[in-house]
């Protein structure tokens, strides 16, 4: 018990470390870089259906402005699978293999045939696309007095099976109604 | 405990049973109070585990995304528990920063001191009780990694003050059913300790009582009803063995002090109550006599009939003497054929006793002499018996019994079947008083003429005859003149006194009579004994004595003695009184002798003192007798009552008594007593003088007026 908590701890410092080194060096894309990081915490709080395949896939829809910053997480695990990530842009059946499609805002125009897209699959969309939770996406990243806040659409989720953990609804706006 | 030694069984059975259920409780009541410590802690943790679960769930997103906002609203939720005083969420970082905190206002002060004890950041998760405290650390996870920590801190104060309240109230259950035990104790033990109690207590009244025919009441056939089994019998047994000691001792005494064959007491007996009667004769002054008697020829019974008719014999003199004693006279059978006889409380006067004796011994051996009826067999026996008189100037038991054994032998030898006294004397004295006794009655009875009166006049200081005392005389046919000193004790004490008083009272108021029929004008005394003038009808007898003669009641005196007053004084005033009625005066004779208080002389209607003539005889020989005839004159003048002097002898005494103021007097110096004749000659003559004298200052008057 011990030395599980000492290596709990010592792999969450080394990876805070690590992660927070990555923050300072690049400026620019600090907002997307916590935004990568902010993917794969939400990633936590959501269980899927049971038939996932072998890795966990995190899909990037159009323009990518994570940088590498997404790249990062390939290989940390959610849900006891190893993250791959997954640029995509075109809207095909591919989607439906992400776990995770975090639609870029320069995607917004294709935004309702993603949705629908995805509307049958265990998808967990993700967006920082304005009112993205009220067309029907599931958690939208606000930015709004320097923070960074969600906006959850618990219906769209429910809607494929997705469930979102309580606690993170705690810090959403719900949409939609829960 | 030593002090528990001397407690009763009941009390150490109560204690017993108090103490083991107050043990016992007390075990209870630790192990329950322990146990709900236990549960209550258990509870405790439960609930601010569960608490804490829940906040760590729902924190995690707040935390994993850095809402440190949300955290703190979540952990602000607890409020609602009151023990709560203090809690911090951790972030799993670097440094030891709270992440987000709640703090109870009520413990605000408590936290802050606390806080900066805790380092949260190497805290593992688990809990960890203080004393006051509970500490609980839970981990925040997230898809099973651990991302923070939530920091509980619990006060324990509730959770004591709970506990505490259990174990008051266990406490006082405990009180209570301790009370309740105390009053089943002590119903337990009446049912165990009672009887022990009832032992006890029969116990210390047997021995108290010293009464061993008790028993104690027994009540369960339990080791206690055994033990008091056990001292029942025991206590029968005590019980048995003392009736056959006081049995045997009743025996033994039997064979020790009584004689087997007669029932009657054995010499041993005999020798104490003899000393005793010795012993009491000196303190009372009475005199007693020791009887012994033998049986005359009694071995020749015993040989010709042998020894049954014999012990019948013995037997029969036995139930002859104890029948013919008074009550407080022991018979006694000393030998074969011999008994003693103690005879108690005889006269103080030597001679009354020694006669009082003799008549006993006399009475019995006419009894024991009378015939004998033994198995259809006439017998014949007689005693002899010996007499010793014994009193405070006497000899001790073994002297007297062996003078009355002399005195026994004597009887034998001058013949048998005759009672002998041990002293010479004794014996005459007592035989002559017998004849005395026997002689004055037959005198009083058939042959009055024994008997006169005498007369000795009582003379002025000019020589002149007012009075006489009539005094007694008897003269024995054979004897010659016996001393009334000398019969009249005999008298009294055989109560021939009333007879001869009347004798005397009837003769010396017919005297008078006749001499105031012929006109001599003298005054009479006569002498009364005490036991006469208290005798019931005496008022009557002289008033009928003076009656029957006619005589002048006022020349007629009754001289009492003091010791009539030292009877009953009121009884005495009451009978002189009435007799003063009829005329008669009254003298004390032999004044100054008595113990009378002038006090009761004043009382007394009397009329005269006799100055005793002992007083005037010693006259001139002892100052004192002198002092006390003038003191007796002079009461008599305080008392206004007139003194006479008897036994007036010489010339001088009359001079002295003279001089001193008494102007009465009788005696030889002027006249012996001398029979009525002559009396009556010497009245005449005196008569004959004062007319001759009378008729010679008449003649010498008349001549000289011629």
Not at chain 2, 376 to 395: K, M, V
């Amino acid at each position: 018990m011990k030395r599980f908590a000492i290596t709990v701890k010592a792999v969450t410092l080394i990876l805070l470390v690590f992660m927070s080194a990555q923050l300072v060096a690049q400026d620019q894309l600090r907002d997307y870089e916590l935004k990568a990081v902010l993917i794969y915490k939400l990633a936590k709080f959501v269980t899927w259906p049971e038939d996932s395949g072998t890795t966990f896939n995190i899909c990037v829809y159009g323009q990518n402005p994570f940088g590498e910053a997404l790249d990062k997480l390939t290989g940390e695990l959610v849900n006891n699978q190893p993250i791959t990530i997954r640029y995509r842009s075109r809207i095909t059946t591919d989607l439906n293999d992400c776990n995770v499609l975090f639609i870029a805002t320069s995607a917004n125009g294709h935004l309702n045939r993603i949705l629908l897209a995805t509307s049958y699959s265990p998808v967990l969309t993700i967006s920082d696309i304005q009112n993205f939770a009220s067309f029907g996406g599931m958690i939208e990243l606000t930015n709004a007095n320097q923070q960074i806040g969600f906006r959850i659409n618990v219906k769209a989720a429910k809607a494929v099976e997705l469930n979102i953990a309580s606690p993170l609804l705690e810090l959403a706006t719900i949409v939609g109604g829960r | 405990m030593p002090g528990l030694h001397n407690l009763s069984v009941a009390a150490k059975i109560r204690w017993m049973i108090v103490s083991v259920a107050a043990f016992a409780l007390l075990l209870t009541t630790a192990i329950s109070v322990s146990v709900e410590v236990n549960n209550t802690r258990n509870a405790l943790l439960d609930r601010v585990q569960i608490l804490s679960n829940v906040i760590s769930t729902h924190v995690t997103a707040a935390l994993s995304f850095g809402d440190a906002q949300t955290a703190t609203r979540l952990l602000q939720s607890m409020d609602f528990d009151a023990d709560i005083i203090h809690a911090q969420i951790y972030e799993i970082a670097e440094d030891a920063q709270a992440f987000a905190s709640y703090d109870n206002p009520d413990f605000k002060a408590a936290h802050e001191i606390d806080s900066s004890h805790h380092d949260y950041s190497v805290l593992e998760p688990g809990h960890d009780f203080t004393l006051g405290r509970l500490n609980l650390a839970s981990p925040i996870e997230l898809d099973g990694e651990t991302i923070g920590m939530l920091c509980i801190e619990v006060s324990l104060a509730s959770l004591w003050l709970q506990i505490l309240r259990y174990l008051l109230s266990s406490l006082a259950i405990l009180l209570v059913v301790l009370f309740f035990v105390y009053l089943l104790a002590r119903r337990l033990q009446r049912r165990i300790a009672g009887p022990f109690e009832n032992l006890v207590q029969g116990m210390k009244n047997i021995s108290a009582s010293n009464d061993f025919s008790h028993r104690i009441e027994k009540g369960e056939n339990d080791e206690v009803g055994q033990i008091i089994d056990n001292f029942n019998e025991m206590i029968g047994q005590i019980e048995r063995s003392n009736l056959q000691i006081q049995a045997k001792n009743k025996e033994v005494e039997q064979h020790a002090f009584y004689d087997a064959l007669t029932g009657l007491p054995n010499r041993r007996m005999l020798m104490q109550q003899l000393s005793k009667e010795l012993n009491r004769c000196s303190r009372t002054f009475k005199t007693g006599a020791l009887l012994y008697l033998d049986l005359d020829h009694f071995k020749t019974i015993n040989d010709s009939l042998g020894h049954t008719t014999g012990d019948m014999l013995l037997k029969e003199v036995a139930h002859r003497l104890r029948s013919h004693l008074r009550k407080g006279d022991t018979p006694a059978r000393v030998g074969g054929d011999e008994f003693v006889v103690i005879l108690t409380d005889l006269d103080e006067n030597v001679g009354v006793a020694a006669e009082n004796a003799l008549s006993v011994a006399e009475a019995l051996r006419k009894q024991l002499s009378s015939p004998y009826v033994i198995e259809e067999r006439r017998l014949h026996s007689s005693p002899s018996i010996g007499i010793a008189l014994f009193h405070h100037a006497n000899d001790s038991a073994d002297d007297l019994i062996k003078q009355a054994d002399l005195a026994m032998y004597k009887a034998k030898e001058d013949g048998r079947n005759l009672v002998q006294f041990f002293a010479a004397d004794m014996q005459k004295l007592a035989l002559r008083r017998m004849h005395i006794e026997e002689d004055l009655r037959h005198a009083l009875e058939s042959d009055p003429n024994q008997l006169e009166l005498h007369y000795q006049p009582q003379v002025n200081h000019n020589g002149e005859i007012f009075g006489a005392e009539a005094l007694i005389r008897w003269n024995h046919p054979t004897n010659g003149r016996i001393s009334p000193e000398e019969f009249i004790p005999v008298a009294e004490v055989t109560g021939l006194i009333h007879p001869l008083g009347k004798w005397v009272l009837s003769h010396g108021l017919q005297q008078l009579s006749v001499w105031q029929s012929k006109g001599l004008n003298t005054q009479l005394a006569i002498n009364i004994s005490p036991n006469q003038f208290l005798q019931e009808g005496f008022l009557e007898t002289v008033t009928e004595a003076v009656k029957t003669c006619g005589v002048n009641a006022e020349r007629f005196e009754l001289e009492i003695t003091e010791s009539v007053i030292m009877r009953d004084i009121d009884e005495v005033v009451e009978l002189m009184k009435e007799l003063k009625t009829l005329g008669i005066k009254f003298s004390i004779d032999d004044f100054g002798t008595g113990y009378s208080s002038l006090q009761y002389l004043t009382k007394l209607p009397i009329s005269k003192l006799k100055i005793d003539k002992s007083f005037i005889n010693d006259l001139f020989t002892d100052p004192n007798d002198a002092a006390i005839v003038n003191t007796i004159i002079a009461m008599t003048k305080h008392l206004g009552v007139a003194v006479i002097a008897e036994g007036v002898e010489t010339l001088e005494e009359a001079n002295f008594l003279f001089e001193n103021g008494c102007d009465a007097f009788q005696g030889y110096y002027y006249d012996r007593p001398m029979p009525a004749t002559d009396m009556e000659g010497r009245l005449l003559q005196q008569k004959a003088g004062f007319t001759a004298i009378e008729a010679d200052t008449g003649e010498a008057a008349s001549a000289g007026g011629h």
